[in-house]
């Protein structure tokens, strides 16, 4: 009965013997992705999949370039194409809209842009306090020191670590191909 049940599994694994073709897209994050199930896809990525046929069968599916499109996968039936002239609605890059990726930039820059203008002041503060310890060595002079330098610490990080979001929000939206203009 085991041995029955291990070739049953040798033969159903086998991929001579499988007959579906294999879809390949790329997700908003530049990972590859494959699957032999159509419904697998997100419908987002269907008009960029690239099929390859297996080598059992002759469906003769031509492999869609990334510009293209694969009317077979268009006319599928239970898919709907949409109508000629219909509107696709808003343009989407990396699975975001123009006012996501505006408002993610315009977020980032203008917290940016307040901490950097602010921290000159902030370290001035700082060096008159400073120089007040130095001369009074009071413990509100230190406590009043030590609380300004944190705070100036906390906002050089915090410029940073934006700084760093920013970058990547840049390199993401290349990545997903979003027009300059967005960007700004």
């Known amino acids: 009965m085991r041995a029955s049940f291990m070739l049953l599994l040798v033969f159903l694994g086998s991929p001579g013997l499988s007959h579906a073709d294999t879809y390949k897209w790329v997700d908003s994050q530049g990972v590859v992705n494959f699957t032999d199930n159509l419904d697998a896809v997100p419908r987002k990525y269907r008009k960029k999949v690239q099929v ?23 006319n599928r039936p239970g898919t709907a194409a949409p109508a000629p002239g219909a509107s696709e609605g808003p343009k989407m890059y990396g699975g975001h809209d123009e006012r996501w990726w505006k408002s993610s930039y315009a977020a980032i820059r203008g917290e940016l842009k307040s901490l950097q203008d602010n921290l000159p002041a902030k ?25 300004k330098l944190a705070e100036v610490q906390r906002d050089e990080e915090r410029i940073k670590a934006l700084t760093e979001q920013l970058a990547n929000l840049d390199t993401l939206a290349a990545t997903a191909g979003v027009p300059f203009d967005w960007r700004q």
Do not use: V
Not at 53 to 72: D, H
Not at 125 to 146: M, P, S, V
């Open 123 to 147: 370290k001035d503060d700082l060096e008159k306090l400073r120089r007040k310890l130095a001369l009074y060595t009071y413990t509100r002079n230190r406590i009043a020191y030590q609380e």
């Open 52 to 74: 390859t046929p297996s080598e059992g069968t002759s469906s003769g599916a031509p492999k869609q370039e990334e510009s293209g499109r694969n009317e077979a996968l268009e």
